[in-house]
């Protein structure tokens, strides 16, 4: 009989979860294939301050739900530079973002996103290290109707990549009908398999469309992203002022005032396309 696509590879394993539905069933998966997990695997969620609450009850429910420790780890500027929180002290206002920014001088952007790799990269990299891992196996929640995202190279670093999902064939759609089947659910909005207040709220990666959309729904967390277009000015120029090239925060913020349900109701407004997504 073949080996389940969630079987545990040997040595040590990192399960990075991001937060959203389709890691937390990537996470149910494993669990069932595996039973309760060994010391040897760590299920780590990378807090950067900018997520919807509903997000992080979602990762505790998860945990408690599933019996399943769930470490909280937070950017720190200082060494060891990260910390262990928890669902009670985990930042809430972009405190881990912020401090990165302050230590870089600058914003990430579509070309240059360190918000990724310092956020949550290293600082899950730094943990794993601090507990005398010297490589590991890091499954990420990649599914099959990803192909853009999983076909790029290995990582040169102490870790390789697994792909369950994509090795079990999992798309959104199978993603969906888990949750449905399931009594609890992530309190944030399915649009066809989508999640568009998933990550970073105002995550640059996003389309112009749901930046907009979320400027006129959420703008007292909307206002986070401009006071730091505000920071960064006051620390640079230009381009590395800006989450995008096309806008600032503050020109969205004055658009949406002026526009408001026109712009996201007529075709060609608003750019639709995504850059893209963090998923560690």
């Known amino acids: 009989m073949p080996a389940s696509p969630y079987a545990l590879p040997d040595g040590h394993v990192q399960i990075a979860f ?3 539905r389709t890691s937390a069933y990537m996470l149910h998966q494993i669990i ?3 039973g ?6 760590q299920v780590t969620f990378q807090n950067t301050g900018r997520e919807m609450p509903q997000t992080l009850d979602f990762v505790e429910e998860v945990s408690r739900r599933w019996a399943v420790r769930v470490v909280w780890l937070e950017y ?7 910390e262990i929180v928890s669902h009670n002290s985990a930042a809430r206002c972009g405190e881990p973002f912020e401090a990165l920014i302050r230590k870089r001088k600058y914003l990430p952007n579509q070309q240059a996103r360190f918000c990724t790799t310092e956020l949550k990269i290293r600082t899950a990299k730094r943990y794993l290290r601090s507990l005398g891992w010297d490589h590991w196996t890091n499954c990420v929640g990649l599914r099959a109707d990803e192909p853009r995202r999983l076909n790029k190279p290995a990582p040169r670093d102490r870790w390789t990549v697994w792909t ?7 798309s959104r759609h199978d993603v969906t009908a888990f949750w449905r089947r399931q009594p609890f659910d992530l309190r944030l909005p399915n ?4 999640c568009w207040l998933g990550n970073c709220d105002g995550c640059f990666l996003k389309s112009e469309a749901n930046i907009a959309a979320f400027t006129r729904e959420f703008p007292e967390r909307a206002a986070w992203w401009e006071r730091m277009e505000a920071l960064a000015s006051d620390l640079t120029s230009g381009s590395a002022a800006h989450w995008s090239k096309r806008y ?3 020109e969205m913020r004055e658009f949406m005032r002026r526009q408001g349900d026109w712009a996201l109701m007529t075709e060609g407004a608003l750019c639709q396309a995504d850059g893209g997504e963090c998923f560690a």
């Open 32 to 34: 069932e294939a595996n």
């Open 248 to 250: 600032t925060r503050a």
């Open 36 to 41: 309760p997990l060994p010391d040897r695997v």
């Open 18 to 20: 991001s937060g959203g």
């Open 191 to 194: 649009v066809g398999g989508r």
């Open 76 to 82: 720190r500027p200082k060494a060891p530079f990260f």
């Open 164 to 170: 369950p999902l994509a090795d079990a064939g999992v």
